[in-house]
């Protein structure tokens, strides 16, 4: 079922219901949805395939959204990341921006909103791998 051009979202979360009802919305508009509870199982994951957007949690048990923010930069730096917090943090909203985050949303998620982050990162993404120019 994927191929090289598939919409892929992985969704990193360690809320399971945020998972579900995310994933849920992300497959009605037509993407393949990669859950995944924790940043660890994540990162064993991007170690080996090409992950085009990620949704992150910013607060997590084991390892936060910031922390992982850097875990990619360094083994996947074309990967588009739209962060999602339940908590308003405007410092923490500016040091993921600055990295380079696509977004940065509060909970409860305004569907239409999400879905069009969604959108623009994956944009933001094809024009980062289409042509290399550094």
């Known amino acids: 079922m994927s191929h090289a051009n598939a919409r892929v979202v992985c969704l990193v979360d360690d809320d399971s219901s945020l998972r579900k009802s995310l994933g849920r919305l992300l497959q009605s508009a037509g993407y393949e949805v990669l ?3 924790e940043s660890e199982a994540f990162l064993r994951y991007v170690a080996t395939h090409f992950v085009p957007v990620v949704v992150l949690d910013v607060w ?3 390892m936060s959204g910031m922390e992982l923010l850097a875990h990619l930069c360094a083994r996947s730096p ?3 990341v739209i962060f999602i917090t339940g908590r308003e ?3 923490a909203e500016a040091t ?7 977004a940065f949303l509060l909970k409860p998620l305004d569907d239409k909103r ?5 959108e623009f ?5 094809s024009s980062k791998n289409g042509g290399s120019s550094s």
């Open 35 to 37: 859950p995944f509870a």
């Open 60 to 62: 997590m048990e084991t």
């Open 78 to 80: 074309q990967t588009r």
């Open 89 to 91: 943090d405007r410092a």
């Open 96 to 102: 993921v921006m600055e990295a380079g985050a696509s």
């Open 114 to 118: 999400f879905l069009s982050a969604v």
């Open 121 to 125: 990162a994956f944009a933001d993404s």
